[in-house]
């Protein structure tokens, strides 16, 4: 049996309910599911009809609490396979050979809205990749831009409470943007290169399937010496990256909300299966301090000028879940989840993301047994030693569940890589307990402003409306005032036409603050169409 095999057997464990008559949960026959039992025509139902409190009881606890963030989404499977060998920078498997196609599952999803929001909202995209390589399950959690809002996530917490809508009365429900966010990007301005890209058309994707994603972080390579190589990845879209101009994006919300939901289903019913590549940026470690940026701060990116980006592998998307539910609602992705090849780097806001994930799977998915759910399933084996807990499905048999073990059965722990264990990445770490980070992690403006002088006009337009659009909504004006003042260090005229337009002063200090600019860096390969 191949691996897709296996997961899609994984994802068809139901019964065929057009195999036989109605059951109850303990496979009785049931004869009747419209009127409950009762004493005579008129009188009370009865505890007795297990059938009719089995099917309520069930009925109430349908619902299991929506992600946090990110909570609207859709997902397909499908496979990636590598170009060539990557074996000169990692040892992951699912990277060395290009007859080899690994299993993926694929979840696409807005960040701000609920489950039942609309899909054609300003808004980042989530991109969340789940590959089930023979090593274990490897996820590349990613977005649609190549940057995010906070640099630590400590801050997480302050950042999407600012996002989400306010905690009086919900409003706004939408994603469109209010007093709290602009509140917190204009006291907080290293979220500024990531509301550029917000507020760029980037953010109304016309398609899934026009999407770039972006793992953000710099994530690390490790190959079979243990050496390592600094790594950004990248997912570019065949169809090229298309957005939607902001009339159509409303427009579209009121018509068909599940426009990119269902765009990306039908595509994939009649076999027109979206297709992306897969890139990444390779940084020797020894140039770990080349750039005027830390490869740490995750609200910088290394410019495709620098660093190009290569071209590894391709994943097409060709098979729609079963059900909804079961899959794209209970899939678990999780920074955390990396295979032997694949480690991290001490970004804080991805060491936060190792520590959330999971935390909040264990309350999403009712305790720590999601793993064994169809959709997170491995298809490498799985021997643990953990037992027990809500929702155990497996098995295990034997009389023990511990290492070090005399009595027979109990895992032990393999040594080595030999062996094929995940092994981290030897780093030396020596400094003193401090909250602080390297000085370039001040510079809130450079890379906004890189990202604002590569725009075209008709793009900055859009830009400037958008902004205009979304601050004109705010209603505190000392919001908007101090806003535009933390645009001004970004481009002076970019502050001045949206303050123009929200009826607060422009701005004195154009640029004051800007400081450690590249202008000679265009962002062109990135704003670029993307295809490939
Ligand atoms: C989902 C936390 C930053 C991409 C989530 C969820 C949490 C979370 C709690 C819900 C997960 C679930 O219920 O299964 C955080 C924290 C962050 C952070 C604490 C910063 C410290 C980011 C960044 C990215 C990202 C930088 C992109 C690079 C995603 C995606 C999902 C997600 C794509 C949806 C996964 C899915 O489709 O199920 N995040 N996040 N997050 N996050 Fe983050």
Known sequence: ??????????????????????????????????????????????????????????????????????????????????????????????????????????RFSTVQGPRGSADTVRDIRGFATKFYTSQGNYDLVGNNVPVFFIQDGIKFPDFVHALKPEPHNEIPTGASAHDTLWDFVSLQPETLHAIMWLMSDRAIPRSYRMMQGFGVHTFRFVDAEGNGTFVKFHWKPKLGVQSLVWDEAQECQGRDPDFNRRDLWQAIEEGDFPEWELGVQLVPEDDEFAFDFDLLDATKLIPE???????????????????????????????????????????????????????????????????????????????????DGPHQSAVHSGRTSYTPNSLGGGCPAVAGAAAGAYRHHVERVDGETIRRRSASFQDHYSQAALFWNSMSDWEKQHIVDAFRFELGKVEAMSVRARTVEVLASVDGGLATAVAEGIGVPAPQQNGALHKGSSPALSLESLRGDGSI
């Open 1 to 106: 049996m191949t691996d897709a095999q296996r997961v899609q057997r994984d994802a068809h464990q139901a019964e065929d309910p057009a195999s036989g008559p109605l059951t109850t949960d303990q496979g009785v026959v049931v004869d009747h599911t419209d009127d409950s039992l009762r004493v005579g025509e008129r009188g009370p139902t009865l505890l007795e009809d297990f059938h009719f409190r089995e099917k309520l009881t069930h009925f109430d606890h349908e619902r299991i609490p929506e992600r946090v963030v990110h909570a609207r989404g859709a997902g397909a499977y499908g496979y990636f396979q590598p170009y060539e060998s990557c074996a000169d920078f990692t040892q992951a498997a699912f990277l060395q050979d290009p007859d080899v196609k690994t299993p993926v599952f694929v």
């Open 305 to 387: 000028e620098q660093v190009p980006v290569r071209p590894i592998g391709r994943m097409v998307l060709d098979r729609n879940p079963e059900n909804f539910f079961a899959e794209t609602e209970q899939v678990a992705f999780h920074t955390a989840n990396v295979v032997p090849g694949i480690d991290f780097t001490n970004d804080p806001l991805l060491q936060a993301r190792n520590f959330s994930y999971l935390d909040t799977q264990l309350l999403r998915l009712g305790g720590p047994n999601f793993a064994q759910l169809p959709v997170n399933r491995p298809v490498a084996p799985v021997r643990t030693n953990h037992r």
